[in-house]
């Protein structure tokens, strides 16, 4: 396995700004002092409580507790063992890493499966759009497909990457063959059929797709993970997909669908306030609206929206419109989507359009442009509206037993959220829509939660992470987390601190004085490096959440000076006090029958006193 080294490692952490990476995962706001707030990735949560230091090169969850550095981030996030995770970032962001001599630099034989799948799906993304724009009949019959049948520009065909996958060919398994994948590799990447157990060649790796518009699928982070492959006349008769329109990767280690939406690796960088999310049914709805400047649409990868695909979402922006089909079953669709769009957090309107009985956003953006996206805005309506709509069409004329039946069907999502406020915004709505008191309907709200419907959908709240109270001065119990955080802030101080704090005082039956402890010592005999040195010596979580906790705590220096001295002087008493009592105690209790070591017992006692009458006493350097 190879080794790298410990200055490679921190001059990859000087290099790269942990906001730039964990920006791929999680939208980021200012917060103030240099950190940076968003959604946690780690748990689901609808105030965000994860907090990012570009400064300091440490992200803290205050939720879950969970903390790190740039590198503790992509393996947490990404799945991946430490020394594939340091060279995933150094790739991405062109740093060159130095290994330890003997160890090697990496191999195909080191990397790991899910490495290498990925590229894999990078070599497939060029081989089919090789063939896309390949000088022969095939190639100039997929671009006319896209051109005159599809209606698309060979400009959006070149953004998107996408391809074609020519109906007899073994040319992609021969390329793959040729790069030395490993076996693994190729029969999990979904790209082929291969029979369990049976010798791999390249014969034997039958391509999946053959005479289809391939069309790329990102994860969230822009790596292509898997395809959509779109069924042509080219398509052969033996395909053992043949009739299917669309067919899609199977999943993967790299690819799970119900974790993906199509587009979100663009339009996350263009949802803001005003300009919210655009949920579409299908990829090739969501490339209609990305070529008319819809920069926004996204859509599931797959036959419905998922709790997962909806909690990702949230991670970037709350705002979310549904623009499904407007047949029976893309309003079906919609309905289904309500619910889990309230659970998830998700603030969601409905993008109707007036007049029309039906409604495809891909057929009306070609016709209409971005001038349509501004009329069925116009007539967009609220999420009870639309389900009250959906449940109950003619209110006017209903029975009371068809509006309690809607009613009830209504109170499923309303318990969806956990906000009194918004349930009573949505049974005020509700009255409105089918016709009836909102008395009664509270009332009946009440009864249905009551009865344990509703119960199931309350949220689960996370134990927030208990953080150090720096402000409140040093007890003797919490000295060790004040020098460790002036250690972390003032690493001048740390040197000082490992001259002349005695090891014997430090309390290591707790985090704090295990770190603490453990930081001296790599001051004194090893030298510091730096806090990019500290995920070397980090060895639990909860020494990871403690660290990050005093990395995000901030204070004045004349705090800092006050609070360094405190500390000392309470981990002196804590330590020496009890010794002055021990003599104290001895004297007393033996009397006469010390009278030889009397003197040297009192010689003690005041050379301890003199001690605590003079602590140790340490400046800040400027």
């Not at 939208?27 to 990012?52: D, I, M, Q, W, Y």
């Not at 630099?105 to 896309?132: C, K, M, N, V, W």
Request: net charge neutral; aromatic share 8%.
């Amino acid at each position: 396995m190879p080794v790298i080294k410990a200055s490679s490692l921190r001059d990859l952490k000087n290099r790269v700004n942990i906001h730039d990476v964990v920006g791929r995962v999680v939208t980021l706001k200012k917060a103030g002092g240099g950190r940076f707030k968003g959604l946690c990735p780690f748990h689901s949560e609808k105030t965000p409580s994860f907090n990012v230091s570009a400064d300091k090169g440490f992200y803290k969850c205050f939720g879950c507790g969970k903390a790190g550095d740039v590198i503790n981030f992509v393996i947490e996030t990404e799945g991946l063992p430490f020394t594939e995770a340091v060279e995933a970032i150094a790739q991405r962001f062109g740093v060159t890493l130095e290994y330890e001599a003997g160890s090697g630099g990496p191999s195909l034989e080191t990397r790991s499966l899910r490495q290498e799948i990925f590229d894999i799906h990078d070599l497939a993304a060029d081989y089919y759009r090789q063939a896309f724009l390949a000088a022969t009949p095939q190639g100039e019959f997929i671009r006319a497909y896209w051109v005159k049948n599809r209606r698309f520009t060979l400009e959006l065909a070149e953004e998107f990457k996408i391809g074609f996958a020519p109906p007899e060919d073994s040319g992609l398994a021969a390329a793959l063959w040729k790069r030395q994948f490993t076996e693994e590799a190729l029969r999990q990447c979904g790209l082929f059929f291969t029979r369990e157990g049976a010798l791999l060649t390249i014969g034997a790796l039958r391509p999946r797709f053959r005479g289809r518009l391939m069309i790329p699928i990102r994860d969230h982070q822009g790596r292509i993970v898997a395809f959509t492959a779109r069924q042509l006349e080219l398509t052969p008769a033996d395909d053992p997909a043949r009739e299917a329109k669309y067919v899609n990767s199977p999943e993967t280690p790299i690819f799970t669908k119900s974790n993906l939406l199509f587009n979100l690796d663009r339009a996350r960088s263009h949802a803001t306030d005003g300009h919210p999310f655009v949920l579409v049914e299908g990829q090739l709805d969501a490339l209609r609206c990305w070529s008319v400047g819809l920069r926004t649409a996204i859509a599931p990868q797959g036959t419905s929206i998922t709790e997962g695909q909806l909690a990702l979402l949230r991670r970037y922006h709350p705002q979310v419109e549904c623009f499904f089909d407007s047949d029976s079953a893309g309003q079906k669709a919609a309905l289904r989507f309500l619910p889990m769009a309230l659970k998830a957090g998700l603030e969601i309107r409905f993008l109707l359009l007036a007049g029309a009985e039906k409604m495809d956003p891909d057929l009306l953006f070609l016709e209409r442009g971005l001038a349509a996206y501004d009329d069925v805005k116009k007539s967009s309506c609220s999420a009870m509206a639309f389900a009250c709509q959906s449940l109950l069409p003619q209110a006017a004329t209903a029975s009371a037993e068809q509006k309690s039946r809607a009613a009830t069907a209504l109170y499923e999502i309303i318990a969806q959220t956990d906000s009194d406020v918004t349930r009573m915004s949505f049974l005020s709505e509700i009255a409105q829509n089918l016709r009836v008191p909102q008395a009664a309907l509270e009332r009946d709200l009440r009864a249905y939660l009551l009865r344990g419907s509703g119960s199931r959908f309350a949220p689960a709240h996370s134990a927030p992470t208990p953080t150090v109270n720096l402000s409140a001065g040093p007890s003797t119990k919490a000295a060790e987390a004040h020098l460790l955080f002036l250690c972390l802030h003032h690493e001048s101080l740390l040197h000082a601190f490992a001259r002349e704090l005695p090891h014997e005082w430090i309390d290591q039956s707790q985090p704090a004085g295990l770190l603490l402890d453990r930081i001296l010592a790599e001051a004194a005999h090893n030298g510091w490096a730096g806090r990019e040195q500290l995920d070397q010596i980090l060895e639990t979580e909860e020494e990871k959440s403690l660290i990050a906790s005093l990395l995000f705590e901030v204070a004045g220096d004349d705090d800092l000076a006050k609070m360094a001295n405190e500390g000392l002087r309470s981990m002196q008493r804590r330590f020496l006090e009890p010794k002055v009592r021990q003599i104290e105690l001895e004297i007393a209790t033996k009397g006469a029958d010390l009278d030889s070591q009397l003197p040297s017992l009192l010689k003690q006692r005041a050379e301890i006193i003199r001690q605590l009458q003079h602590p140790p006493k340490l400046t800040l350097d400027s």
